[in-house]
Structure formats: structure tokens, C-alpha cells
């Protein structure tokens, strides 16, 4: 994990950052504990993209389980709640 305490932050500025951003994502520790992560635009972008498709993927096969009729109606929420109690895990 590549680490940047607070305090070196305050005594060095945004320099210490930027030289540990070069070996990837900086965890910044606070009170002796990881409290940030900092990354560069580019790696957020990619994990916002990422993300973004996954939800995407997810609709997109919950709306073929529609389709082909792989879906269950309950009358109440209680109803719902037992039904996914009862479910065997993925």
C-alpha cells in the first residue's frame, strides 16, 4: 500500500503526493490510520466508468430476466422479505 501520513503532508505540501501518486494510489494516514485515498483524475475516471458500466450490465440482465418471465410477485413485503430469506446464496 502506498502511504502518505498527514504530516508529511503538512510539512511537505501537495509535493509529497504527487511523488507517491507515481507508484499508484496514495492512502493518506491519519492518527495513525488510513483516512483518504487520493488518485489521479485518470484512475477516477476509469473507476467511475467501471462502475457505471457494471450498473449498466446489471439493469440490462434484469431487464432479460423480465422478459423471460424470471421474476416472482409477492402481495406484501413481508411476503418479498421470506421469499429472499428462503432463497438459497448466489
Known amino acids: ?6 504530516q508529511e503532508i503538512k510539512r511537505r505540501g501537495i509535493a509529497a503526493v504527487d511523488e507517491a501518486l507515481t507508484q499508484g494510489p496514495v492512502h493518506i494516514i491519519k492518527n495513525n490510520r488510513p483516512q483518504y485515498v ?3 483524475e485518470e484512475r477516477y475516471r ?3 466508468e467501471s462502475q457505471e458500466e457494471a450498473a449498466l450490465a ?3 440482465a434484469s431487464l432479460e430476466d423480465a422478459k423471460a418471465g424470471r421474476v416472482s410477485r409477492h402481495d406484501s413485503v413481508e411476503a418479498l422479505m421470506q421469499h429472499l430469506d428462503n432463497e438459497p446464496a448466489a
Do not use: D
Not at 500500500?1 to 498527514?6: G, H, Q, R, S, T
Open 1 to 6: 500500500m502506498n502511504v502518505v501520513p498527514a
Open 38 to 40: 487520493v488518485l489521479t
Open 46 to 48: 476509469e473507476l467511475i
Open 58 to 60: 446489471r439493469i440490462k
